[in-house]
């Protein structure tokens, strides 16, 4: 009787039907392994609370619906299509919650398909080469604390084109000039320069070789903003 519950509309002898033990078993693995991969992504990561609870229940969710469609291909297209949608009512992540989203997803992908014995393996093996390249900082640009974004302010009489070349021959590896924009009334100009410190340490010498030249007008040094981190 309890089967009956349990059993689609649409079934036939053709069909074959998944047992409640069975489904269980794999949405127990699925919830397991979600848990896992969440554990895994708090480390040394920024998280909300959300995304932390969704990647926990992602796995689980696939694999209920690779084992819903499974051996029925046009099901299966019309639900890929309905996951390819997902894309476009969420905010842009970074690269590394878009992967840690693929890994849940396949680990309920495998799950769905009824290999749990792999979806196990998967799930270890990518949570730990995930910790691994974040303990040992895989990718991390060593010097990026020397590439700075400097803001300068002069008069308008001065010549900006070569006026600081020298003091950037001496304290910086290279330069650029990004923006020239005219302020107050056009009285002045605002530099704006790309550059690649020598030293991090000689930061103040140069800004204090900057002010005697541009008659201590406003001077702003902040780190140059990335986006290594977004797909």
């Given at each position: 009787?309890?089967d009956?519950?349990?059993?689609?509309?649409?079934d036939?002898?053709?069909?074959?039907?998944?047992?409640?033990?069975?489904f269980?078993?794999?949405?127990?693995f699925?919830?397991?392994?979600?848990?896992?991969m969440s554990?895994?992504?708090?480390?040394?990561t920024?998280?909300?609370?959300?995304?932390?609870?969704?990647?926990?229940?992602?796995?689980?969710?696939v694999c209920v619906?690779i084992?819903?469609?499974?051996?029925?291909?046009?099901?299966?297209?019309?639900?890929?299509g309905a996951?390819?949608?997902?894309?476009?009512?969420?905010?842009p992540?970074t690269?590394k919650?878009?992967?840690?989203?693929f890994?849940?997803?396949?680990?309920g992908?495998?799950?769905?398909?009824?290999?749990?014995g792999?979806?196990v393996?998967?799930t270890?093996?990518?949570?730990?080469?995930f910790?691994?390249?974040?303990?040992l900082?895989f990718?991390e640009?060593?010097r990026?604390?020397?590439?700075?974004v400097?803001?300068?302010?002069?008069?308008?009489?001065?010549?900006?084109?070569e006026?600081?070349?020298?003091?950037f021959?001496?304290?910086?590896?290279?330069?650029s000039?990004?923006?020239?924009?005219s302020?107050?009334?056009g009285?002045?100009f605002?530099l704006?320069?790309?550059?690649?410190?020598?030293?991090p340490k000689?930061?103040?010498?140069?800004?204090?070789?900057?002010?005697?030249?541009n008659g201590?007008?406003?001077?702003?040094?902040?780190?140059?903003e990335?986006?290594?981190?977004?797909?």
């Amino acid at each position: 009787m309890l089967d009956q519950w349990f059993k689609g509309l649409f079934d036939s002898d053709l069909v074959t039907v998944i047992s409640i033990t069975d489904f269980l078993l794999c949405l127990g693995f699925s919830l397991g392994l979600g848990l896992i991969m969440s554990l895994t992504y708090m480390v040394r990561t920024r998280y909300t609370k959300s995304f932390v609870v969704t990647l926990a229940l992602l796995p689980a969710v696939v694999c209920v619906v690779i084992m819903l469609v499974n051996g029925n291909v046009g099901t299966g297209v019309a639900v890929a299509g309905a996951f390819s949608l997902v894309r476009f009512r969420s905010v842009p992540g970074t690269a590394k919650e878009i992967c840690a989203l693929f890994l849940a997803m396949g680990a309920g992908l495998i799950a769905g398909m009824g290999y749990l014995g792999f979806s196990v393996l998967f799930t270890v093996v990518m949570c730990v080469m995930f910790l691994l390249y974040s303990f040992l900082d895989f990718g991390e640009k060593r010097r990026a604390a020397t590439y700075k974004v400097l803001s300068v302010t002069i008069p308008e009489d001065l010549d900006y084109s070569e006026i600081f070349d020298d003091i950037f021959r001496e304290f910086t590896v290279s330069h650029s000039l990004s923006r020239v924009k005219s302020t107050n009334m056009g009285s002045m100009f605002k530099l704006k320069y790309n550059v690649v410190l020598r030293d991090p340490k000689r930061e103040k010498e140069m800004i204090d070789k900057i002010r005697c030249r541009n008659g201590n007008l406003e001077i702003t040094v902040s780190a140059q903003e990335t986006v290594g981190a977004e797909l």
